[in-house]
């Protein structure tokens, strides 16, 4: 059975002390207001990772995540951090396949799966991102390019594997840029990936994988895009900055 799941990404925000105490709001505010069995993530820079966890303690709602791991188990790469390396400061979750990894850093689908098997490997549970350009939404390639995102970085994982992966659906020209997939168009894209998942699966796999939104999602729009069929919650971009606006878009869920 799937899970409802708000995934916050800090990116390159916040100090280490800026850090700490927006995500001391956000835990104190999720321990008086979330009554949900919703499961609510944080990743944040490198430098929080240990903190937060201390930070949220034992027993509590929110996890912690990385945006980002070396395919690497260990060895000589200088500004880079492994997968194990995550683990051991307690986070559970790391991001891979974000857009601006792609885009920015040239992550090609070969390497993400190399990514993915680290990820894996070290006991991380994983959010996998895809998503389409503005250029190719326009030129009605975005299912072609979703599915071979989806093949080529994910679909070498076995079924048993495969259920340790969140996916996330992000059409890059929402991203940071105020624009928002429609609910329709949002909905369609989760509906055509659940398809892909049942033929490369099966329907029981398709069924209980979550999937959720990313691009632009904030308070006023998460009620209307959380509500369609296949969409099981949001990985939270600029909206997880503010801990009101973040721990409103989990109440969603409820």
Not at 43 to 70: E, W
Not at 242 to 247: A, C, E, G, Q, T
């Amino acid at each position: 059975m799937r899970k409802n799941i708000v995934a916050g990404n800090w990116k390159m925000n916040l100090s280490y002390q800026e850090g700490l105490s927006l995500f001391s709001e956000v835990v104190n505010m999720v321990k008086d207001e979330i009554r949900g069995n919703q499961q609510i993530v944080i990743c944040s820079p490198f430098i929080h990772l240990q903190s937060l966890v201390q930070l949220a303690g034992k027993g509590n709602k929110v996890s912690i995540g990385a945006q980002n791991c070396h395919q690497e188990e260990k060895g000589a790469f200088t500004g880079e951090i492994s997968a194990n390396q995550i683990l051991s400061t307690g986070a559970k979750y790391v991001i891979l396949g974000h857009s601006e990894r792609r885009a920015y850093f040239a992550e090609s689908n070969e390497l993400l799966a190399k990514k993915v098997d680290a990820a894996l490997s070290a006991g991380l549970q994983i959010i996998f991102c895809v998503g389409e350009t503005r250029e190719e939404r326009e030129s009605n390639q975005y299912k072609k390019v979703i599915k071979t995102q989806l093949e080529e970085g994910i679909f070498h994982l076995s079924s048993t594997n495969f259920s340790h992966v969140i996916l996330a659906y992000e059409p890059v020209w929402a991203i940071g840029t105020g624009l928002t997939a429609s609910p329709e168009q949002a909905q369609e894209v989760h509906a055509y990936i659940r398809e892909i998942l049942a033929e490369q699966f099966n329907q029981q796999v398709a069924d209980d994988t979550s999937i959720l939104y990313g691009g632009s999602c904030n308070p006023q729009n998460a009620a209307t895009l959380f509500g369609q069929k296949d969409i099981d919650g949001g990985l939270i971009g600029g909206a997880s900055l503010k801990s009101r606006d973040f721990v409103e878009i989990v109440k969603v869920l409820e």
